[in-house]
């Protein structure tokens, strides 16, 4: 039994769970910011990492720890760090890697905040962000050079809802000696698609979105695969005397967990984005059903998707479960049943008519939001993408009709009855 692989069912609801002195079966909240030394010298080892405990929740928390360690039980990963959200879990990761004068180069097919994230933030504080012009591995090897310190995609982009070829990615990314980092919030957790299993060495993830699964809590995740060559000369910070730990090498002391207990005890340490206990709890209970249900969401969307091809006020649905889907392929390879529980629909009409459509839904919450129990449905031009350039917009498939639906848990067939009120409407 020991050695057994325990399914991802399993996992969700058994992983980073061990008994404590309480004997309680739920995994407790540590609403705490720092922790008692025994003495002097414990405290100085944990200082320098020689010996591990916990010092300051800002770094780590036993709450946030059992997530942590769920959720590198169900990526197959050697660690996890959380973070406040998923933008500070991507900044941790890209800053970890590239330094002023270096660049990444990333898929152009991005959530709207992390195009801004890469194309001005970061560009602000000196590192380059090279959007390649589609995410084909040519197009993405193409603006790799000597300076390129990673490469980045998201498994399934949003809201095209276009799947990344990650075992091509992460050849290139190989062939250059650089990680390949994926956001795989679409890929829920690790349930529907695991980035890891098709050579990515790096994981991000909004955990705000199906990991919480209820909309209650925001939350990040970076996740390392520990596959990838450190010692290949491109990270002094992670191979090389590091100047916040007295000259520590991380990678001769954590060897395949060098990256992750980077992005802590610099990255977290320094820039402070760290979940709070009780945010880790809410992400801990999330993760117990969500096999369960991202399985019903996804069923629900095929059946919506089909609703809509089918109704005559509907100029387009792009659903990547269907086989028109330029995706169709690549999500029946990286995605469990070949797709999310996403779609985008365009009705015909105009913007007017589009919003008239969001504001005459009962059922759907009109946010920004994805993975949640409710049904949502999002209008992206006025909303996630409004910062974008048009030409930005236009290379992310953004039109102004274009509506993002995320499927909930309620019953399908009252989410088809309020779309069929919502367009008689029109
Ligand atoms: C693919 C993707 N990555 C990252 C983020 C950012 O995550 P958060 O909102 O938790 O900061 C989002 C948010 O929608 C997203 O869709």
């Not at 560009?123 to 084909?136: F, M, P």
């Not at 098709?198 to 520990?226: E, L, P, Q």
């Not at 709890?281 to 399985?295: A, D, F, I, P, Q």
């Not at 848990?409 to 088809?416: F, G, K, T, Y």
């Amino acid at each position: 039994m020991a050695d057994r692989k325990l399914h991802f069912e399993t996992l969700q609801i058994h992983g980073g769970y061990h008994v404590d002195a309480s004997q309680s079966r739920g995994i407790a909240i540590h609403p705490t910011a720092a922790y008692h030394f025994p003495t002097c010298d414990y405290a100085a080892n944990l200082f320098t990492l020689s010996e591990a405990g916990y010092i300051y929740t800002r770094l780590h928390n036993p709450t946030t720890a059992a997530y942590e360690e769920r959720i590198a039980a169900l990526y197959g990963g050697v660690g996890a760090l959380a973070t406040a959200s998923g933008m500070s879990a991507i900044l941790l990761t890209v800053t970890s890697l590239a330094n002023a004068g270096q660049n990444i180069v990333a898929s152009p097919y991005l959530y709207g905040g992390t195009h801004n994230q890469f194309v001005i933030s970061l560009r602000n504080v000196g590192i380059e962000c090279r959007l390649a012009k589609s995410d084909s591995p040519e197009d993405m090897a193409a603006l790799v050079d000597e300076n390129t310190r990673a490469l980045f995609v998201e498994s399934m982009g949003n809201p095209t809802c276009r799947v990344a070829d990650i075992e091509a990615l992460a050849k290139v990314a190989h062939e250059s000696n650089v990680p390949l980092i994926v956001d795989n919030t679409f890929g829920a957790g690790g349930y529907l698609c695991n980035p890891f299993e098709w050579g990515a060495d790096i994981i991000t993830d909004s955990a705000t979105k199906w990991i919480n699964g209820h909309g209650t809590a925001m939350g990040g995740i970076i996740v390392d695969g520990g596959t990838f060559n450190w010692g290949c000369g491109k990270y002094p910070s992670i191979d090389g005397p590091s100047e916040g730990y007295h000259g520590l090498n991380l990678y001769e002391a954590f060897g395949s967990q060098a990256f992750i207990v980077k992005c802590r005890v610099d990255g977290m340490r320094d820039f402070g984005c760290c979940p709070s206990p009780f945010d880790a709890y809410l992400m801990l209970l999330g993760l117990e059903t969500l096999s369960l249900r991202v399985k019903h969401e996804v069923e629900s969307a095929y059946k919506l998707a089909e609703f809509c091809r089918n109704h005559p006020k509907v100029e387009r649905v792009s659903f990547v479960g269907f086989e028109d889907h330029p995706s169709h392929a690549l999500a029946k390879k990286y995605f469990k049943f070949g797709a999310s529980a996403v779609l985008t629909i365009e009705l015909k009409g105009t913007l007017e008519s589009t919003i008239k459509f969001v504001e005459s839904l009962k059922l759907s919450g009109n946010m920004t939001m994805i993975g949640d129990s409710i049904s949502v449905v999002t209008h992206p031009a006025s909303t996630t993408h409004k910062q974008l350039s048009d030409e930005a917009k236009r290379a992310a498939g953004i039109t102004p009709t274009l509506l993002r639906v995320s499927l909930g848990l309620e019953n399908v067939e009252d989410i088809i009855a309020d779309y069929e009120q919502a367009l008689a409407n029109l």
